[in-house]
């Protein structure tokens, strides 16, 4: 018999996490008018910095634009509210358009050479400069030009990519169709033929089986394995081989790693000695949950609030262990109420790097510089992960309370068996009970007409 670290955690958080990962920070992403296009065309043509960026390509703010902001210029023009200078947000878009009290306008769509950020972004003057000679390298004329060529196309803004549901593409026009399998093929070849280079040839068997085999189970394949690849010249081979794989238990093993380091699952406390912490069956809930193919959804909630769902069952159970992932002490200089605190900060920021990709832990004690989550926002976050009852300290043992009591496999399963027996023996029971009935009401309907009879 073995135990599992268990942490109670409220049903709130799963809706907390369905609205955070739904919520919307409106950043006035207008539609691009005519107006704006025709300037677009008309500012994109004869600027010098205009050659560095392909005339045909569309700039996106997310992957051009905002990282450039983030490194240069959220610090003093971002989500930080104590940091900001002249008023001015670039992380929002009806901020960066609306005109200062300074009389300027730090974008002007459509119109590059009217936006006041061109002028500081590429000014030699110290006193104009963006970013101001010290507080940053000025930007390259590369992404002078990325800034001119997205202003002149209106400067769309997206939402943070962590606030976007993700949606699937149409897969691109190729020119080399019949090279295509499937729709990944079509992303592949379109990025080849841009950057004017031709797929590779295909693999040789042996070489494609090696490939697959560490992709999909971080293992080699062994030499009989190879041995029965080549031989099969069947046309879906291949398939077969990849379908062999997925239902191998080497697979789920292989993507739980990836998962378990970012829960920061591990044997043992982490700190202070470093104690033996037993906390396995939740490992073996992830790679039992990638082998069956489990809906992140199902994944998800299980793992935040498992024990607190209708009639939970052990494996419900057993998958919060994902909060209680974090390290622990006993160490005697320790002050477990600051314990507790850190604990229930570690789960914060894990949860938000899990299941926000976002780094809320910047929030913890000031507005986040470049991410649009407040010092409120983490603390609200907060509330919801502090309401443990369990004691910070872990005591140096494998499994400080609060437990529960998980069976090994074998135990489980001759339990489950022994469970199905008794519940069919049951039903027999019931079933003779019933069945009986009409004779016994037969045989009492006798008794009492022969004692009327005397």
């Keep these: 018999m073995n135990s599992l670290l268990r942490w109670r955690l409220g049903l709130p958080i799963v809706v907390l996490l369905c609205g955070l990962l739904l919520w919307q920070h409106k950043i006035g992403a207008e539609e691009q008018t005519a107006a704006e296009q025709t300037a677009a065309e008309q500012n994109v043509a004869g600027d010098p910095h205009a050659a560095v960026v392909a005339a045909d390509d ?77 507080g940053g390298e000025p930007l390259t004329a590369e992404q002078i ?49 841009k ?69 920061r699952y591990g044997d043992t406390h982490g700190l202070h000695l470093d104690n033996y912490r037993e906390i396995w069956p939740y490992r073996d809930w992830v ?28 494996d419900q159970q057993i998958a919060t262990g994902f909060v209680r992932c974090h390290v622990s002490t006993n160490e ?16 914060v920021e894990t949860f938000g790097t899990v299941f926000m990709g976002m780094t809320t832990g910047c929030a913890m004690c000031h507005d986040h510089k470049y991410d649009p989550i407040s010092q409120r926002d983490f603390y609200s976050l907060f509330a919801f992960f502090n309401s443990s009852a369990e004691n910070p300290m872990d005591g140096n043992k494998k499994d400080w309370a609060p437990v529960v009591t998980v069976p090994d496999r074998q135990v489980k399963e001759r339990l489950e068996e022994v469970e199905r027996q008794i519940a069919a023996t049951q039903k027999q029971l019931e079933d003779h009970a019933a069945g009986m009935e009409p004779e016994f009401a037969a045989w009492l309907a006798e008794q009492e007409t022969a004692a009327a009879q005397q």
């Design 332 to 347: 005697g200089g320790s002050i477990a109420e600051e314990v507790y605190v850190r604990n229930i900060v570690d789960r």
């Design 195 to 263: 950057e004017g280079l031709a797929p590779s040839p295909e693999a040789d068997k042996t070489t494609l089986i090696r490939r697959v085999t560490y992709d999909l189970t971080g293992l080699p394949p062994t030499p009989a394995e190879v041995d029965a690849f080549l031989a099969d010249e069947s046309p879906d081979a291949y398939e077969k081989l990849v379908d062999r794989l997925l239902a191998s238990p080497r697979h789920g093993e292989h993507r739980a790693r990836y998962w378990l380091d970012i829960a």
């Design 145 to 193: 030009a990325l800034f001119k060529k997205w202003i002149a196309q209106g400067a769309e803004y997206q939402e943070h990519w962590a606030f976007v549901a993700p949606q699937k593409p149409a897969p691109p026009a190729v020119k080399q169709a019949d090279w295509v399998r499937n729709p990944i093929d079509a992303f592949i070849l379109a990025r080849l033929e």
């Design 58 to 134: 569309r700039v996106d703010f997310q992957a051009d634009i905002r990282p450039i902001l983030s490194n240069s210029c959220f610090h003093c023009h971002g989500p930080d509210e104590k940091h900001r200078e002249a008023g001015l947000r670039l992380d929002l878009r009806e901020s960066a358009v609306a005109e200062l009290d300074s009389g300027e306008t730090a974008i002007v769509p459509g119109r590059p050479e009217h936006s006041a950020l061109i002028e500081r972004i590429a000014s030699d003057d110290e006193f104009m400069q963006m970013p101001p000679p010290k």
């Design 287 to 314: 790679i039992d949950a990638f082998n069956s193919n489990m809906p992140f959804d199902q994944f998800t909630v299980e793992q935040l609030a498992g024990d607190m769902l209708p009639e939970a069952t052990l």
